[in-house]
């Protein structure tokens, strides 16, 4: 049995890996006890667009961080439509979105939390989770790890959640991502190479999300990353295949789906009723809960890693680890306050299925939306402290 180490982070995605390098900023005497199992080797594939948005580079720059040192390409215009028209977002002077690819991202960060000297054991997969009063017991295929806390950063599929929250009812959207062939750039006029665009063109047809159209790179090569979202909140309703709706979407734009290899992963979205921690064990980044209404969780994760580490580093100084105000820290942040609201209007605009509404909300009512975005929307990483 390993126990060596006082705090055991489950998961070396973003979430784990801010959740470290917060640590390590906050309360540095602890750097040396913390250690990160993560289950593959970096760089390892993680299905995700890669669309980080100004939040996440706010809270990478705040740890001394600087995302340019990763292949990326800057998006110049981000499109919200229905049906084809709708708003444009462009941030003056500034990339509106950076699109990363995340086995580079995610390597690059890992590679930085071991530059802050922390250890990073790969190949380590995590079976089992059992608190106790005295700390915390860790089954992996690589034996038994012992520790005072662990935290669950173990994604949306999280057996950390599962280990410790068995009961706790599931609110996961479903995806489906392509990336075209090298080379291949459609024939589309209305989708620009450096231009992002979002769809809600399946809301009236009972899918709660949308189409997105990426530029992104594979070792420097332009391609588009394609997919669809769908939040699953309204499950009961009678919907068409995701394949069928992205193929049609896609095909419209020069681009046929059969051409690419399609891949699908869950993304556990945030409820205000979601339990986060238990007494010894704190949950981060999808494995606590992303964003409901674009399924955005990158800058979630590296938002709940901030607020881990100052609820961990006071629970040493308190000697201390039930982490009973944990949910709270987190619902008064800004990260809280962004989940809560994009709950809101996830449940409000995906169930009104008027053709009518999505019209008027997307292509008129442009200063109302950017109004709501910027004040209820964006703009929270600077609340996570
Ligand atoms: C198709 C798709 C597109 C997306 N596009 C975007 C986007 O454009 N922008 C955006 O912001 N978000 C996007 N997301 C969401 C984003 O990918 C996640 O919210 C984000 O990765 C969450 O980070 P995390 O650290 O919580 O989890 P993850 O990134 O999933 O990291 C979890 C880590 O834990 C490891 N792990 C898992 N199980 C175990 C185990 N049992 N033992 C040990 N280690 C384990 C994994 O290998 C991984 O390294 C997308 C998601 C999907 C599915």
């Known amino acids: 049995m390993d126990s060596t180490h006082d705090i055991l982070i489950l998961g070396g995605g973003p979430g784990g890996l801010s959740t470290a390098l917060h640590l390590v900023q906050i309360a540095p005497h602890l750097a040396p006890r913390i250690l990160i199992l993560e289950k593959e080797h970096y760089p390892r594939f993680k299905l995700c667009a890669g669309g980080l948005v100004a939040d996440a580079e706010v809270i990478l720059e705040n740890l001394g961080l600087d995302v340019c040192e990763v292949p990326h390409v800057n998006v110049e215009t981000a499109h919200f439509d229905f049906a084809g028209r709708g708003l444009k977002v462009r941030v003056p002077h500034k990339q509106t979105l950076r699109v990363i690819r995340r086995d580079e991202f995610d390597a690059w960060l890992a590679k930085q939390t071991e530059d802050r000297g922390i250890e990073i054991r790969q190949g380590v997969t995590l079976t089992n989770i059992r608190p106790d009063k005295e700390g915390v017991t860790v089954e992996t295929s690589q034996g038994i790890f012992r520790a005072k806390i662990a935290v669950g950063a173990d994604g949306s599929n999280s057996v950390t959640r599962k280990s410790i929250l068995p009961e706790d009812p599931l609110h996961t959207a479903r ?88 891949k699908s992963h869950p993304i556990r979205w945030y409820t205000p009723q979601n339990q986060i921690s238990v007494p010894r064990v704190l949950l981060v980044g999808d494995a606590a809960g992303a964003d409901p209404l674009f399924g955005e969780g990158i800058s979630m994760a590296l938002g709940y890693g901030a607020i881990a580490a100052q609820e961990i580093a006071a629970a040493f100084q308190r000697d201390e680890f039930s982490f009973p105000s944990y949910w709270k820290r987190v619902a008064r942040s800004g990260l809280g306050q962004t989940l809560l609201m994009r709950w809101v209007v996830a449940r409000i605009i995906y169930s009104i299925k008027w053709r009518w509404f999505h019209i008027l909300l997307w292509r008129i009512m442009h200063p109302v939306v950017l109004l709501a975005a910027w004040i209820f929307i964006l703009n929270w990483s600077k609340r996570v402290k």
Not at 202 to 209: D, F, K, L, M, Y
Not at 213 to 234: A, E
């Open 175 to 262: 995806t489906l991502e392509v990336l075209t062939a090298a080379g291949q750039v459609g024939n589309s006029t209305s989708h620009k190479s450096l231009d992002a665009h979002f769809d809600f063109f399946p809301v009236p047809e009972n899918i709660a999300g949308y189409v997105w159209d990426f530029p992104t790179q594979v070792n420097s090569v332009p391609i588009r990353c394609w997919g669809i979202y769908d939040s699953n909140l309204l499950p009961a309703q009678k919907r068409p295949a995701l394949k069928d709706l992205l193929t049609k979407e896609m095909s419209n734009h020069g681009f046929a789906l059969d051409d690419c290899e399609i």
